[in-house]
Structures are given as structure tokens and as C-alpha cells.
């Protein structure tokens, strides 16, 4: 069998797509479609590939990664993760409470969120999550939640540095500026507030104070914004050291952020504008180099030592994203020639089940799975079943391509499944994870009855037609 490596989890054997060695058109014909997939051996990889690169360039104390579960919170992929010893970000009640169910060491889960309630903060403190505080009144709760209880809260300040050299443009397009984007995020205790109240929060006997954390978002996959950010929060953590008598973070969170390597990400908008489209971002080891680099030489700039400091990531899509395709089948392609020349490539998916399409611009690379060696000889927009222009792929290259084909769309393995919706009363696909030559599904897809489960009918309107209508 002729067989072609595309990266670690994908090849092309036999002109046929495969995901470690099952071929995606049995995928297809097994579960049905639309269906996203996850590698098993992949995200594994990826987590470890995550531990190492960090691991070894950050000699000075532990590192810890926690995958960001909104990225894709499919239990059984955290349950995996759970396996590889790797913490959590969380945001809200649910996602801590899935995070505690799939036995994530607490001490390992960072509550992240602005706003929390004090259910959250009250689980959170119970459990013995690191609550990672977003203003002076979650401050106040968490302190009151800790006295009732009587525990010490494990606690870090989320951040809002200023990025002043971070005049570089965002991927998400529009002409925004980072540093003004990163002002513009609601998340984090406003300097000027956090210099006033951190120190009494250091010196309180029910907060464990371990650090900080930051979240810069994803904007740009350019290695020197993410130095300069991890050079930024080196400068404020000294700021924060002088104000409150020489105080050093134990633990120093720099989020997630990061894109995947195939980074499809605001390509939809360089596609628009005739750039350039289709530039891998750098591997996770640079961005690790980039970012322990700049923020070690930076801290030592401050006078803070950055030894024994323990340093987390908090990847969401440069884990998830890479690791998962989606599949669609080709239910029709329609053509015309006037009054303008077009080809529709019609699918049973929709960019309702690959939001990031409309969210965040993505032009996903597709293969076309029985004929994923061919070379394209079709111009044509892949399109979805909704009643918008659903245009999930405009102006693909694909090679001859004919109903009852299936397309794999690569890269979503994070946000797509998270984010999908039931627009048109759709049912969102499931999830099949495969390994090696198995496969499972690990989220069912959805019913007409599932999505309609929520509605109830009042009995004054379940009657039918009354009498004096008719
Ligand atoms: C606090 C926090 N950490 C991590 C992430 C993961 O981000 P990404 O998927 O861009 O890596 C997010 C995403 O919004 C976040 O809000």
C-alpha cells in the first residue's frame, strides 16, 4: 500500500485519508455524518509535547500544563488527560464541576472567569481549586468563603498588564492593535486597584496568595508578541514585588492563547484581502522558548528571582485543534454558468457545526477523502445545509468531486464541537475518538427530539385549532 505521512495522526494511504490507521471514509460510513473526530494518540502526544517543551526550558521550578477544557470538553478527552497527569483551566460552575469529575487534582484546576458567583467560589474553596481572583469583590467572597469554612483559600491575581510595546496588529483582523485589544478584555484586576488591595490579600490568614496569571487571547502567532507579553508580566510582577514589601510569586500563569500549527485562524480575512493564506504557526517548543526566555530574563531585570517559581500554560486550540478533523459526505455538487460562472460543492455539515468560520474567520484546509492524493482541478465553495450562505469553504481547490464523497475538514479538533448550535433546528454532530485502528464514539449525536427537549408546549396551546378559529 502506497502510504504518505501528513503529520503525526493523519496520512494518505491508497489515495485514502486516514486518522492513525483507520480510514476516514469508514469513519464516515460507521458513525455517519457529520461527525468531528479526535486522535487519541495525537492529543497524547500533543499534552506530552507540551510537558516537555516547557519541562526543559524552565529548569527553575516545576511546570505545570492545564489544558483549557472550553477548547473541547468532551469527558472522555479530559478523562485522557486526567491520565497524563495534566491540570485544568475551568471557567464557570460547570466546566470545574466536569474538571473535578474526570479527578483532576484540584491544586491543578485554576477557576479562571470574571465574575464568579459565590456557589463557584464556595466549590471551589471546598474542593481546593485555585481560584484565580478577577476583582476586589470576588476578593471579599472568597475571604468570607474561606472563614466559614474554615480553610485557606488557594487563590492568584489575574493580571491586566500593560502591553505598551505591543503595537503589533491582531490576527482577528479589523485593525485592532494588540495592546489596545488586550485593554479592551474584560478579565483581571486593574493595576491601580490591585496595588491598592493586593497586599492586605497577601497578608489575609485565610488566602493562600500563590501567584499570577494572565490570558493575552489569540491574536497573533508572531513569536515576538508573545515574548513581549511574557516580558510585560515580568515587568508588572517587579512593580507588584516593590509595592508590597518584596512579595514574589510561588506560581506564574501565562494562559493559553497560542495558535495551532496549522492555524487556520483569520485566514478567511487574509483570503478576503488577496494575502497570503496557509502559513503554519511556530511549533510548541519555540513558543515555549519564547515565552520562558523573555520571561526569565525579564524577572531577573526586576530583581525577582525566577528560581523556584512554578510556571503554567494554559493551551486551548495549540492542544485541541490540530488533533481533530471533521467529516462531512457530499450530498450534491451544483453548477452554473450565467449569469456568473459558480460550483457548489454541497454537504450534510453546516459552519453552524464550525462556528469559527463565522467567529474567528477560519478557512479550514480540506481533503477530499477518498481522493485525498489528487490534485485539484475544481474551483468551488464548499457549502452546508443551513439556510444561510452557509458557505463553509469559498473558492476550495478540490480534485474531481462527485455525490456521496466525504470531505475531511482538519484543525477543528478545538471550539468546533464546543461552540456548534442548533440553528435550523439541527442536531449537533457526535464525537468519535480513534485509536490506532479503533474507534468509539465519546459524544452522541443529537436527535430532533434531543433538541426540542428543552421546549415545553402550555396546555392552552398543545389543544390545536379552537372552535371559533376554524
Ligand atoms: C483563561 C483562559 N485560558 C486559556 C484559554 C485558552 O485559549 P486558547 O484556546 O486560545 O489557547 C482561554 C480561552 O479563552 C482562556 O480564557
Request: glycine share 8%; with cysteine; aromatic share 6%.
Amino acid at each position: 500500500m502506497e502510504s504518505a505521512a501528513i503529520d503525526d495522526i493523519l496520512s494518505v494511504r491508497d489515495n485514502h485519508l486516514y486518522v492513525e490507521d483507520l480510514s476516514a471514509a469508514a469513519i464516515a460510513r460507521r458513525f455517519g455524518t457529520p461527525v468531528y473526530v479526535v486522535s487519541e494518540s495525537g492529543l497524547r502526544n500533543r499534552v506530552r509535547r507540551f510537558v516537555r517543551a516547557f519541562a526543559t526550558r524552565w529548569p527553575e521550578g516545576e511546570v505545570h500544563v492545564l489544558p483549557s477544557l472550553k477548547a473541547n470538553f468532551a469527558l472522555a478527552l479530559r478523562h485522557l488527560l486526567t491520565q497524563e497527569g495534566v491540570g485544568c483551566d475551568t471557567f464557570g460552575m460547570p466546566e470545574l464541576q466536569v474538571a473535578l469529575a474526570a479527578r483532576v487534582r484540584p491544586e491543578l484546576i485554576s477557576v479562571n472567569g470574571s465574575s464568579k458567583d459565590r456557589a463557584l467560589i464556595e466549590r471551589a474553596v471546598q474542593s481546593g481549586a485555585r481560584i484565580t481572583l478577577d476583582s476586589e469583590r470576588e476578593i471579599g467572597i472568597v475571604r468570607q468563603v474561606a472563614r466559614d469554612l474554615r480553610v485557606r483559600a488557594r487563590v492568584r491575581f489575574r493580571l491586566r498588564p500593560d502591553y505598551a510595546d505591543l503595537d503589533f496588529p491582531s490576527d482577528f483582523g479589523h485593525d485592532v492593535i494588540i495592546r489596545d485589544a488586550a485593554q479592551a478584555y474584560k478579565p483581571g484586576i486593574p493595576t491601580e486597584l490591585l496595588l491598592r488591595v493586593g497586599e492586605d490579600a497577601i497578608r489575609a490568614p485565610e488566602l493562600d496568595v500563590r501567584g499570577v496569571m494572565v490570558h493575552l487571547g489569540r491574536h497573533t502567532s508572531d513569536l515576538e508578541v508573545w515574548r513581549r507579553m511574557a516580558a510585560g508580566v515580568g515587568a508588572l510582577i517587579g512593580q507588584l514585588s516593590q509595592s508590597w514589601s518584596g512579595w514574589e510569586p510561588t506560581e506564574i500563569d501565562l494562559g493559553g492563547g497560542f495558535p495551532s500549527h496549522r492555524d487556520p485562524t483569520g485566514e478567511g480575512v487574509r483570503y478576503e484581502r488577496h494575502e497570503a493564506t496557509g502559513a503554519p504557526a511556530p511549533e510548541i517548543e519555540a513558543y515555549a522558548e519564547a515565552l520562558t526566555g523573555a520571561l526569565r530574563e525579564s524577572l531577573r531585570r526586576q530583581g525577582v528571582s525566577p528560581s523556584g517559581k512554578v510556571l503554567e500554560v494554559e493551551p486551548g486550540r495549540s492542544l485541541y485543534a490540530d488533533v481533530g478533523i471533521h467529516l462531512a459526505t457530499v450530498r450534491n455538487i451544483k453548477t452554473q454558468q450565467r449569469p456568473v460562472a459558480r460550483t457548489w460543492v454541497e454537504t450534510d455539515t453546516s459552519e453552524m457545526f464550525l462556528l469559527d468560520t463565522l467567529i474567528e474567520h477560519n478557512r479550514w484546509d480540506t481533503l477530499v477523502v477518498e481522493r485525498a492524493r489528487e490534485a485539484p482541478t475544481v474551483t468551488a465553495d464548499i457549502v452546508g445545509i443551513s439556510c444561510g450562505f452557509d458557505v463553509i469553504v469559498p473558492d476550495a481547490r478540490l480534485p474531481e468531486v462527485g455525490e456521496g464523497d466525504h470531505i475531511a475538514f482538519l484543525a477543528t479538533g478545538a471550539y468546533q464541537d464546543a461552540t456548534a448550535a442548533n440553528f435550523n433546528a439541527m442536531p449537533r454532530p457526535g464525537t468519535v475518538l480513534v485509536r490506532g485502528a479503533d474507534a468509539w464514539v465519546i459524544r452522541q449525536p443529537e436527535s430532533v427530539e434531543d433538541v426540542f427537549r428543552r421546549d415545553v408546549v402550555p396546555e392552552h396551546l398543545a389543544a390545536g385549532i379552537p372552535e371559533s378559529t376554524r
